[in-house]
Nanobody, 119 residues
Framework: QVQLVESGGGLVQPGGSLRLSCAAS????????MAWYRQAPGKERELVAV???????NYADSVKGRFTISRDNAKNTVYLQMNSLKPDDTAVYFC?????????????WGQGTQVTVSS
């Protein structure tokens, strides 16, 4: 059993910042890619940023230069630092991780955390 638990969402004014965290726990042998997705009302879920186990980062064009993904492998945790937030960033943000349990590889999702950018 593996679980991802997110935290750090909330209400912020345009131009503000938030930091999301996502901690993995359970039967973990190795965590491969970790990522953040988001889903706005009426829209499909989209990839925001992904980081490999070696620290290679990739971002959606809409967040490049504003968001930074990082991870702490000792804590099995991934972060998303979001700066210069815009109303269009309003969405439910989901953590995603590809985890090898020692027997199989599984893709896990967190429960989601709401980010609202509004004045």
């Amino acid at each position: 059993q593996v679980q991802l638990v997110e935290s750090g969402g909330g209400l912020v004014q345009p131009g503000g910042s938030l930091r999301l965290s996502c901690a993995a726990s359970g039967n973990i042998f190795r965590i491969n890619d970790m990522a953040w997705y988001r889903q706005a009302p009426g829209k499909e879920r989209e990839l925001v940023a992904v980081i490999s186990s070696r620290g290679t980062e990739n971002y959606a064009d809409s967040v490049k230069g504003r968001f930074t993904i990082s991870r702490d492998n000792a804590k099995n945790t991934v972060y998303l630092q979001m700066n210069s937030l815009k109303p269009d960033d309003t969405a439910v943000y989901f953590c995603n991780a590809n985890i090898y349990t020692g027997y199989i590889s599984i893709t896990c999702w967190g429960q989601g955390t709401q980010v609202t950018v509004s004045s």
